[in-house]
């Protein structure tokens, strides 16, 4: 095992805030215990015990992520707590999926889906000869900022989607890096689509990995690329989940807001919101309002336009002789909750109950 995969081994076995705080926990609670000082090495003893509880505990963080196929990435991407993992593992897979070309090599970790988003998890190292740059800015003397990052010049992630025939159908992809060494990078590729995700065969494409350099002023942007590794890695699997969403269908019409729309369909998962909302073409205006998940405990989850989270997506569709527009406003969740948690979902001063 060479310095970077044990690098990799270790970053892996890092424990999460949560787990960091019970170890903590843990070893003060021994350390309070009465120790009676019989002898010199006592204290030495009690020490080394707590050591040995801190290792163990470790060592079952990262066996609790193996014993459930979970890779601990992407638990902490989702704020999954340790006894969570139950709710969502129908809903995740390990695919066999890997590719080198030119040295670099991209291996398919792990999937997660609901009905309405799915998330990739992909590592990718490449040869000593290539250094992967974090993202950085850089304030240069004529005031000019300039980024710079290694990137991918292009990504798509293709996922079965149930009838989409005869609409105009879109689908919004993301790429977030989640950790990066020298030659070494975990990520997460995600797409939602405007239709419902359904068992089929998923393909994740990468092409020419880049040097990404921006130039931006006040004025002005100007990007630069330089192809580090030229070429395509093509992945596909067959992917098959459970959808954990809870789904209604309310068909409840508002008036209000000078808006006229109905809302449709509203679906929670462990993992997210989605309230589809069908509406004339002058209803735009809906994005402005916010979303709030009512939870039976009095507390609140609250989303708009502006959340880091959200992907907001409108398509066009026939319904007899008229075109209905649909809006859809999805959510991703900072940590996991319970669907049958949740009470109500207002949109403005529409209120839809879930119970």
Same mark, same amino acid.
């Given at each position: 095992?060479? /310095?970077?995969?044990?690098?990799?081994?270790? *970053?892996? !076995? +890092?424990? @999460?805030?949560?787990?960091?705080?019970?170890?903590?926990? @843990?070893?003060?609670?021994?350390?309070?215990?009465?120790?009676?000082?019989?002898?010199?090495?006592?204290?030495?003893?009690?020490?080394?015990?707590?050591?040995?509880?801190?290792?163990? !505990?470790? +060592?079952?963080?990262?066996?609790?992520?193996?014993?459930?196929?979970?890779?601990? /990435?992407?638990?902490?991407?989702? @704020?999954?707590?340790?006894?969570?993992?139950?709710?969502?593992?129908?809903?995740?897979?390990?695919?066999?999926?890997?590719?080198?070309?030119?040295?670099?090599?991209?291996?398919?970790?792990?999937?997660?889906? &609901?009905?309405?988003?799915?998330?990739?998890?992909?590592? !990718?190292?490449?040869?000593?000869?290539?250094?992967?740059?974090?993202?950085?800015?850089?304030?240069?003397? &004529?005031?000019?900022?300039?980024?710079? $990052?290694?990137?991918?010049?292009?990504?798509?992630?293709?996922? %079965?989607?149930?009838?989409?025939?005869?609409?105009?159908?879109?689908?919004?992809?993301?790429?977030?890096?989640?950790?990066?060494?020298?030659?070494?990078?975990?990520?997460?590729?995600?797409?939602?689509?405007?239709?419902?995700?359904?068992?089929?065969?998923?393909?994740?494409?990468?092409?020419?990995?880049?040097?990404?350099?921006?130039?931006?002023?006040? *004025?002005?942007?100007?990007?630069?690329?330089?192809?580090?590794?030229?070429?395509?890695?093509?992945?596909?699997?067959?992917?098959?989940?459970?959808?954990?969403?809870?789904?209604?269908?309310?068909?409840?019409?508002?008036?209000?807001?000078?808006?006229?729309?109905?809302?449709?369909?509203?679906?929670?998962?462990?993992?997210?919101?989605?309230?589809?909302?069908?509406?004339?073409?002058?209803?735009?205006?809906?994005?402005?309002? %916010?979303?709030?998940?009512?939870?039976?405990?009095?507390?609140?989850?609250?989303?708009?336009?502006?959340?880091?989270?959200?992907?907001?997506?409108?398509?066009?569709? /026939?319904? @007899?002789?008229?075109?209905?527009?649909?809006?859809? !406003?999805?959510?991703?969740?900072? $940590?996991?909750?319970?669907? *049958?948690?949740? /009470?109500?979902?207002?949109?403005?001063?529409? +209120?839809?109950?879930?119970?």
């Amino acid at each position: 095992m060479n /310095k970077e995969e044990l690098n990799r081994y270790f *970053e892996q !076995m +890092t424990p @999460g805030t949560v787990q960091k705080e019970r170890m903590l926990q @843990g070893i003060t609670s021994c350390n309070k215990k009465e120790v009676t000082p019989l002898k010199r090495m006592t204290r030495r003893v009690t020490i080394q015990a707590a050591v040995i509880i801190l290792l163990v !505990m470790i +060592t079952a963080t990262s066996a609790l992520a193996v014993t459930f196929n979970w890779h601990v /990435k992407l638990m902490e991407y989702f @704020g999954i707590q340790p006894g969570q993992e139950a709710m969502l593992e129908e809903a995740q897979t390990a695919p066999d999926a890997t590719l080198t070309h030119e040295g670099v090599t991209v291996t398919v970790k792990q999937t997660l889906a &609901d009905s309405k988003g799915l998330y990739v998890l992909y590592e !990718m190292s490449v040869p000593k000869s290539i250094t992967l740059k974090e993202a950085s800015e850089t304030a240069l003397s &004529d005031g000019t900022t300039l980024e710079e $990052r290694t990137d991918w010049g292009f990504y798509s992630l293709n996922a %079965p989607i149930e009838n989409l025939e005869g609409d105009t159908a879109m689908t919004i992809t993301g790429h977030e890096i989640l950790a990066q060494s020298q030659h070494h990078r975990t990520g997460i590729v995600s797409v939602t689509p405007t239709g419902k995700l359904v068992d089929g065969t998923i393909e994740l494409v990468f092409k020419d990995l880049s040097a990404e350099r921006v130039y931006r002023t006040a *004025e002005d942007l100007k990007d630069e690329s330089t192809v580090l590794v030229k070429g395509e890695w093509k992945l596909a699997w067959d992917f098959t989940y459970k959808d954990s969403s809870k789904i209604i269908a309310p068909n409840q019409n508002v008036e209000g807001n000078d808006v006229s729309y109905r809302v449709s369909e509203v679906s929670i998962s462990p993992i997210s919101s989605c309230v589809t909302v069908k509406a004339a073409a002058n209803a735009g205006n809906l994005f402005r309002f %916010p979303v709030h998940l009512n939870l039976k405990d009095g507390s609140r989850i609250t989303y708009d336009r502006n959340s880091k989270n959200k992907r907001y997506t409108c398509v066009s569709k /026939k319904e @007899g002789n008229e075109t209905v527009y649909e809006y859809q !406003m999805y959510n991703r969740f900072d $940590r996991l909750i319970d669907p *049958e948690a949740v /009470k109500s979902i207002s949109i403005g001063d529409t +209120t839809v109950l879930i119970e």
